[in-house]
């Protein structure tokens, strides 16, 4: 039986079609799962893999390369805070233990109700402009100060959305293509 | 002398995302002009002439690399690499934000040039929102007829796919980039061959930076010679210098090569922040060799901060101020490195790991004077000896910082914490 819905499969087949060769299409399909079912689960590769026309160690390969996939239940907003350099250099570490205190849990970890999964990261988001800086969701959030952390995590605990797919969107934003 | 905005000049204009506004300011006559007045050979030379070397970090002539495609081998990639990640580095993303069909126009000139039938746009999987929008782009160029079949009524045609990333560093390495892009795990390729040679789906392959990119349809515009008369002989036009660290306005600046560096930083950074003194900074990005306050004097140019023993790599400036903890910012770089080590290669795999660990001791203030000397031992066995640069400037900034800082590493060792920590505190607090 499908654990994907057939829009996450059309958009996959959309995907596949758009590429000279099927396989490229792995790391977008891998999003598309994600972004239905919130993580990649065996299931779900095993579907794209079909899709593709690989085998699913093939898919399973790829999804534990990269860091923005998840292998495990996450909560419905994701927050991802640079400790490179130039955050460090501004501040980051205030922010991860303003975030530790007001979430309840060390970094990798869940909030009790479940709506937020928060990690630092040593991988550079490209925000040393506006450091320190963090990604709620993949939306970037910048100059951070405990103040505006909090008013962060307020607006978007209400949102209807979770990590794998769009927070609400700024103002000025562009519409999401698919 | 001020900034030189030439890529950046309608930044922060309103609307320019939209193709309407891009076009009403001129946009896409650079296309227009390439495919309708020139041949893809004759752009090829223009380009030559500019003296334009990538802006991705090594610095190679443009011009040359597409030269290295082998004649009458169909079809041909093109790969525009904006999987940014190099830390400290932000320019591209700002290239998107700010003005993307400039870098759609100079992606279409580039694949004409190189007579390519599809361009792919690698972008960064972090950078969510911009690939989002560069696709509302491409769609907007497709419909306006700068995509797809006979472009502008020439026999030209291409496509343009936007593809996106998924946290990967090393994805910014030309050969993993194109491993990421066949669908498999983002790892380096052996060269030869190179990518001109067998590349995407083991065709020719050209991949090109962002900002590269962007420069074109200013060269075609207003050709080689022109552009070759901006900045220094050797290092041509102008680069937009990501700024961020210790000073009072961080952001993207676009300066003339040739620029002494202390402008950059005292007129457009407005100085070291709090009124403190810089200790150092890295002129290239988190993977290049740290400089002092007297190479403030340097100009901006690829040549002489090489010599200087640094480079200006992907155009990221990081300042430090006096109260900067060396051993802590060598630290965060080198996890950096272990983080994004692809695992392809054991000196690059386990020498990460084996930094990383004597770092974090160090900085903790629990390491050895005998064990900070295996540091230099780790490093020796990883420079050069990678299977990619990943591993090798893995160890670049720790080992220039260890030379130039060696008092405050050694001061580290049996500390008990850092000491540098404690010494601001007790500034903070007197």
Redesign the interface.
């Known amino acids: 039986m499908s654990v994907l819905t057939a829009a996450t499969r059309t958009e996959i087949e959309r995907q596949r079609d ?4 099927p ?6 399909s ?2 598309a799962v994600q972004h239905q079912l919130g993580h990649l689960t065996p299931e779900g590769m095993e579907e794209v893999a079909q899709l ?1 026309g690989l085998v699913p160690s093939e898919v399973e ?2 999804a534990s ?5 998840f292998d495990h239940p996450v909560g419905r907003h994701h927050v ?1 805070v640079c ?4 955050c ?3 501040g980051a570490e205030e922010i991860v233990r303003h975030l530790e205190g007001r979430l309840g849990c060390p970094s990798g970890g869940t909030s009790a109700d479940g709506e937020f999964t928060w990690e630092q ?11 320190p800086a963090m ?1 709620v969701d ?3 959030q910048e100059n951070l100060t405990g103040e505006r952390v909090d008013a962060i995590l307020e607006e978007v605990r209400n949102a209807p959305s979770h990590a794998g797919g769009p927070a609400p969107r700024r103002r000025g ?6 | 002398m001020a900034e030189h905005r030439l890529l950046t000049e309608h930044f922060g204009t309103e609307g320019v ?1 939209s193709l309407r506004v891009y076009e009403k300011l001129g946009g896409y006559q650079g296309l227009r002009k390439a495919l309708t007045q020139m041949t893809p050979d004759e752009v090829v030379t223009e380009v030559k002439t500019s003296g334009i070397r990538g802006r991705g970090g090594a610095g190679f002539p443009t011009g040359m690399k597409w030269s290295f495609l082998p004649k009458d081998v169909h079809p041909r990639y093109l790969c525009v690499n904006a999987d ?7 320019k ?3 290239l998107i934000d700010e003005d993307p069909h400039q870098l759609v126009e100079g992606t279409l000139i580039a694949a004409y040039a190189i007579q390519a039938p ?1 361009a792919f746009i690698y972008i ?6 911009q690939r ?2 560069l ?2 782009c491409v ?1 907007e160029a497709r419909a306006a007829g700068y995509i797809g079949k006979k472009i502008l009524g020439s026999d030209f045609s291409c496509d343009v ?1 936007v ?7 090393i994805c910014g390495e030309e050969t993993a980039l194109i491993d ?7 790892q380096p390729r052996l060269k030869p061959p190179f990518p001109a040679v067998k590349g995407l ?1 083991g065709k020719p392959t050209v991949v090109n930076n962002v900002e590269t990119l962007s420069n074109l349809p200013h060269i075609v515009m207003r050709g080689g010679a022109w552009f070759a008369s901006l900045g220094t002989e050797k290092s041509t036009g102008t680069r937009l210098f ?5 000073i009072n306005r ?3 600046y676009e300066m003339l090569l040739g620029t002494p560096i202390r402008e950059l930083l005292e007129e457009e950074c407005g100085g070291v922040w709090k009124g403190r003194s810089l200790k150092a900074f ?1 002129p290239g990005g ?1 993977s290049m060799q740290v400089l002092l306050p007297e190479h403030l004097d340097l100009p901006l140019d690829m040549d002489v901060v090489a010599r200087a023993g640094s480079a200006l790599g992907a155009g ?1 400036m ?1 300042f ?1 101020d006096e109260t ?1 903890c060396m051993v ?2 060598s630290m ?2 080198v ?2 490195y272990q ?2 080590s ?1 695992g392809k290669c054991a000196p690059c795999r386990e020498g990460t790991y084996f930094e990383s660990d004597l770092m974090h001791r160090l900085e903790r203030g629990v390491l050895t004077t005998a064990e900070l000397g295996t540091l230099t031992d780790i490093c020796d066995n990883m420079n050069g000896k990678c299977f990619c640069p990943l591993g090798d400037t893995a160890t670049w900034f720790v080992m220039s910082a260890y030379q130039a800082f060696r008092e405050e590493f050694e001061e580290h060792c049996g500390a008990g914490g850092c000491p540098v920590k404690t010494r601001n505190s007790r500034l903070v607090t007197a």
């Not at chain 1, 400790?83 to 130039?86: A, D, E, K, R």
């Open positions: 758009r590429y000279p060769q396989r490229s299409a792995v790391l977008p891998l999003w593709l390969a790829v390369f990269y860091s923005m996939y991802l400790v490179n350099v130039s460090a250099l501004r990261t040593v991988e550079c988001l490209g925000a040393c402009g506006g450091a990604q993949h939306h970037f934003a562009p519409e999401r293509a698919s | 995302q940014e990640s190099e830390p400290g580095c932000f591209d993303r700002a599809i960064r999987g972090e950078y969510h929102d989002l929008l696709e509302r769609e796919i593809h996106g990333g998924a946290g990967a560093y990421s892009l066949e669908g498999l795990r983002g789906y990501c700024c961020s660290g210790h961080p952001g993207t890295q988190g990221a990081v430090m900067t802590d910012v965060r770089l996890d950096f983080h994004e692809c």
